[in-house]
């Protein structure tokens, strides 16, 4: 009786230290794999053309960013997002953190922040416009609309080009020549046209400032316009060029006039193709080899690794 009671209990012991073994034997959920993916830090729309809106640190107060935001989204086709870094400085420390911030996101095709600068009682909007990309070598990688000095009465001139500027974008992002923003781009093109030609634009404003409205201006021409199908209005273009290179002379600028020198010499190559001449090719390979001169001073030469 007792070795039987004794090998009850030894089987009972057994079982229960299973039955306990299974319960605390249980698997314990895996660790998640470290991964050295970073999200994202501002997440665009797939498919849109999305534009981020930045803060300038010097914005103190007017909320520039609000009002940018307001006009972007004024444009069909233009998705705005907030973004959450703020630009510490502007000019060339400006154009770099909004470069790194434009590779930190994820769908966004360029930057935009300002400042508004209030001086002997005027108001004025300072704007920078960096692309995460180019449409074409003249374009280069970024535009500062803030060197634009301009009166108070002249903003709202600022605002048709910062739209045409979107539209141009917007417009190589979509590939699509008969959209709606094609046709806002014409508009706004033919508006800043009529304005260029104006006794206001050219007797009010100051020399530097024609320059690179007439170089920002000509490069939309020369991006978006087909010589073939619109060559009066490609003319015109090459003019603003030509005038612009007259601004600058002079003036210590050497990377703007190098811009313009470039600009000009590409759409003069354009237009020979509709109408080939010795004197066009000639004109073109002198703009390059100006625009070359230009570069060299100032950028090492950078010009020969863009048309190489």
Sequence with gaps: MQTRTTARWGLGLIWACGVLGCATAAPTPE????????????QGAPDQYTVAVAQLAQD??????????KRLRQIEGVEVV????????????????????LRRCADVEA???????????????????TPLRSAEPALLDNFALADLA????????LGRLFDALVLSSARVYYKDESSQLTRA?????????????????????????????????????QVHISPQDHQELFEFGVEQYQYAVDDFTGA??????????????????????VEPSLIGLSDSREAFEAALEQFTRDNGGLICSMKR
């Design 31 to 42: 660790k998640p794999v470290p991964t050295d993916e970073v999200p994202p830090e501002v």
């Design 252 to 273: 210590n600028a050497p990377l703007e006039l190098g811009r313009i020198q470039f600009g000009l010499g590409t759409a003069l190559q354009k237009l020979d193709l």
């Design 111 to 129: 930057v935009v922040y300002g400042r508004i600068d209030e001086r002997d009682g005027q108001s004025t909007p300072v704007l920078f416009w």
């Design 82 to 101: 907030k973004a959450k870094t703020l630009i510490e400085a502007d000019g060339p420390a400006g154009t770099e953190a909004a470069q790194a911030f």
């Design 60 to 69: 103190v107060g007017h909320r520039t960013w609000y009002h940018l935001s």
């Design 150 to 157: 301009l009166p108070e009465r002249e903003v709202e001139q």
């Design 185 to 221: 781009l014409m508009e706004a093109i033919e508006t800043l046209g009529q304005f260029a030609r104006s006794d206001d634009f050219l007797n009010s404003w100051s020399s530097l400032s024609r320059g690179r409205l007439r170089r920002i201006f000509a490069d939309i021409l």
